[in-house]
């Protein structure tokens, strides 16, 4: 029997997740508006106010995000990939037109449109990524949340070290690559990123997780490699060249794992192989449509609310408790977080910093490390214990609230620990809450209830890096002659610092009530995974 690399075979569902990886890698675009914000200020004349505005508009290019939501159960993913790589090229092809001087500068709400259209790319490309993977890989739902959500982590220092070595930092070189990579990576993940059936025994999720394991240590590698080269210094141009195509060898080394598995299923091809997967896997399917079929004779003809933990529609999951708690505590962290991201270039010069780019690659590496850790970390613990997954956000919130009082001290060298914090907290915050929000209200909508979620990122923005931070900034700088405005020294953003920390306090109790709220969830997990484990090993 020969056997072919289609993506409903094994070889195949792992070579989706590949490019769904690469697509991740380079949809964090969003979160490199600090690399190219001062020139943008510089050039439009902007105060602090009107440039965290231009950062608002485009995160509340996210909150559009529910049309994605919504395509996500309508469309293929190829076309919802398409639609976001199309809109992302537009969007930041015209920032790249103003930045480099080929087009005068656009009116101030013209900007800020096409600065929505670029951040709304990202949601149909993550829509597309994550609700696709989920449901692929619904049994290793906290190390496929953690992978990719740790690539997009990676994929601002990706951008801003890859610009560096080739191009100098020269934001309107970056903004190109913004411009031009996420459209061809997206059309080249078109054609094998597919809907597939889960893995139905423990064996074939036991396989999943080793390969998760192997793709996360491959992510280590290059999150420590894009570290080595930030704290390196000034490098020469060869140097910069072969650091570069490294980069992209080991970016593209996940590939091993479907070519090894397409050798084994060839090897392993015929009827031993045949009679071994029956042997396996039947007695398991027959009893899972068993009980499938027990619970739709007891099931009452009246329907009946479900309770967290079961399948909920967009309107049901609206109407809980544990949804505004899950909401509300994602947008203490998220919010406060994506301030720090947007104002970081600003943040920087307050302290005499000249270049930020730094910052902005510590950020995205160390988010990097918080995503995969807290994924991998937080699944480990519901199968070993039961440990409901948002104790760890509660646990991210108390870190970060630490790192914003660390910050507004400005002592020296507290602009980088407080990077390296926000940027670990708020990965936490991404890779736990979108594996917990399937555990809560299932994965039939989960791509409309994952887009209502991130909401919080346009709105976060819109409360503490608008206004929070845009008027009390504005409070403390002086006029300059260009019609803008600066402000150097530890004062400028202390305040600011401060009530974001007071909001982390208030995440953290947010999360601890979910946390009770949702351990008898946590417990019915567990003791499935316990009572599934314990059956294959008999059949085994």
């Not at 015209?94 to 001087?101: A, D, E, I, K, M």
Request: proline fraction near 4%; charge should be positive; charged fraction near 15%.
């Amino acid at each position: 029997m020969g056997v072919k690399l289609t993506s409903a075979s094994p070889a195949g569902k792992w070579l989706g997740l590949v490019t769904a990886v690469w697509v991740q890698a380079i949809s964090g675009n969003n979160y490199t508006f600090s690399n190219y914000s001062d020139a943008l200020k510089t050039l439009m004349g902007l105060t602090q106010l009107q440039l965290n505005s231009l950062s608002v508009a485009k995160d509340v290019g996210k909150a559009f995000g529910i049309f994605a939501g919504l395509a996500s159960d309508r469309l293929p993913t190829p076309v919802i990939l398409l639609i976001g790589s199309v809109e992302g090229f537009v969007g930041y092809g015209v920032q790249w037109l103003v930045v480099s001087g080929r087009i005068q500068p656009l009116p101030y709400w013209a900007m800020c449109i096409f600065l929505c259209m670029g951040g709304n790319s990202t949601t149909w490309m993550n829509t597309a990524i994550l609700v696709t993977c989920i449901r692929n890989f619904r049994k290793n739902r906290g190390p496929a949340s953690g992978i990719l959500k740790g690539y997009v982590g990676l994929s601002t220092a990706i951008f801003t070290d890859v610009c560096s070595a080739l191009f100098g930092d020269d934001p309107a070189k970056f903004l190109m690559m913004l411009t031009v990579v996420p459209l061809i990576v997206c059309l080249a993940a078109m054609f094998f990123l597919r809907e597939i059936p889960p893995s139905q025994t423990e064996a074939e999720a036991g396989e999943e997780t080793k390969f998760f394991g192997i793709i996360n240590v491959i992510a280590v590698i290059i999150a420590l490699y894009l570290l080595a080269f930030d704290v390196t210094g000034a490098h020469g141009r060869l140097f910069s060249l072969i650091f570069t195509a490294i980069l992209l060898v080991l970016l593209a080394s996940p590939l091993l794992i479907p070519i090894y598995l397409s050798v084994k299923n060839f090897i392993r091809s015929g009827s031993e192989a045949v009679d071994v997967e029956q042997t396996v896997t039947e007695p398991l399917l027959v009893a899972e449509t068993e009980s499938e079929k027990k619970v739709e004779v007891v099931t009452p003809a009246e329907k009946r609310r479900p309770v967290v933990g079961e399948e909920h529609t967009i309107v049901e999951a609206l109407q809980t408790v544990d949804f505004w708690i899950l909401f509300g505590s994602f947008l203490c962290g998220v919010g406060t977080g994506l301030a720090v991201m947007n104002n970081l270039g600003q943040m920087g010069l307050a302290l005499g910093y000249a270049d930020v780019s730094m910052f902005v690659s510590l950020t995205s590496i160390w988010g990097f490390f918080g995503r995969i850790l807290s994924g991998s970390v937080s699944e480990y613990f519901i199968k070993r214990a039961g440990t409901p997954r948002p104790v760890w956000n509660a646990a991210s919130q108390i870190l970060m609230a630490v790192g914003y009082v660390v910050m507004a001290m400005a002592m020296p060298g507290s602009l980088y620990v407080g990077s390296i914090v926000v940027g670990i907290c708020y990965g936490v915050r991404l890779a736990v809450t979108v594996p917990t929000a399937s555990e809560l209200f299932g994965l039939k909508y989960y791509g409309l209830i994952y887009n209502i979620l991130i909401l919080n990122l346009p709105l976060g923005s819109f409360l503490f890096s608008g206004l929070l931070a845009g008027f009390l900034y504005d409070a403390q700088a002086t006029s300059t002659a260009g019609g803008g405005n600066t402000c150097i020294g530890a004062h400028c953003y202390r305040l600011v610092f401060v009530v974001m920390a007071v909001v982390c306090v208030i995440g953290f109790a947010l999360d601890m009530l979910l946390c009770v709220r949702t351990k008898t969830v946590y417990a019915k997990i567990y003791t499935s995974k316990k009572s599934k484990k314990s059956s294959s090993n008999i059949v085994q």
